[in-house]
T-cell receptor, first 116, second 108 residues
Framework: GAVVSQHPSRVICKSGTSVKIECRSLDFQATTMFWYRQFPKQSLMLMATSNEGSKATYEQGVEKDKFLINHASLTLSTLTVTSAHPEDSSFYIC????????????FGPGTRLTVL | QKEVEQDPGPLSVPEGAIVSLNCTYSNSAFQYFMWYRQYSRKGPELLMYTYSSGNKEDGRFTAQVDKSSKYISLFIRDSQPSDSATYLCAHAGNMLTFGGGTRLMVKP
């Protein structure tokens, strides 16, 4: 099956700093990548959808200036949490899809962010 | 009403039991459904992908869609402790619409 990687798997940072998370599709070209957030014992919450070379589409309530998404190539998307605060501590998961909406989304292993 | 709903569980069964996990959905236009398995602190892993009504079988797993009642099911035969995880159903449209997930615990 298709493989999606995320880096780092875990990050601890101080309040006010910025953190970048990378998402890569290793063996396929992802025209669309998605970023999710998941709190403990809750389901995944979609934050934004990004298509290669285009601006990301953010879900309602997600601050685009705080969560910067770049999808510069067909195999790489990055999420930057700017000026992180403790309430941003969460599990961030990306997924990638090769084709249209009928294609499968493959998920990365997730990144656990802890903001002190 | 949420578009896709799941009982959060937890569901606890003995090893070897048949497990039935269920979801309901609200939009009768939905056609593509997926089941994902998520282990603790890991990303979701695709288990099954179904289209429209009917059954689909893969090893110990069977996915079923009943469009008339807007009901999606995942059956696990001969359940193993390694099946202990959270199971997420999802409708696949332009984006995935997830149910809340059901926690399954299979006890040896």
């Amino acid at each position: 099956g298709a493989v999606v990687s995320q880096h780092p798997s875990r990050v601890i940072c101080k309040s006010g700093t910025s953190v970048k998370i990378e998402c890569r599709s290793l063996d396929f070209q992802a025209t669309t990548m998605f970023w999710y957030r998941q709190f403990p014992k809750q389901s995944l919450m979609l934050m934004a959808t990004s298509n290669e070379g285009s601006k990301a589409t953010y879900e309602q309530g997600v601050e685009k200036d705080k969560f910067l998404i770049n999808h510069a190539s067909l195999t790489l998307s990055t999420l930057t949490v700017t000026s992180a605060h403790p309430e941003d501590s969460s599990f961030y998961i990306c997924s990638a899809r090769q084709g249209d909406s009928t294609d499968t989304q493959y998920f990365g292993p997730g990144t656990r962010l802890t903001v002190l | 009403q949420k578009e896709v709903e799941q009982d959060p569980g937890p569901l606890s069964v003995p090893e070897g039991a048949i497990v039935s996990l269920n979801c309901t959905y609200s939009n009768s236009a939905f056609q593509y459904f997926m089941w994902y398995r998520q282990y603790s602190r890991k990303g979701p892993e695709l288990l099954m992908y179904t289209y429209s009504s009917g059954n689909k079988e893969d090893g110990r797993f069977t996915a079923q869609v009943d469009k008339s009642s807007k009901y999606i099911s995942l059956f696990i035969r001969d359940s193993q402790p390694s099946d202990s995880a959270t199971y997420l159903c999802a409708h696949a449209g332009n984006m995935l619409t997830f149910g809340g997930g059901t926690r399954l615990m299979v006890k040896p």
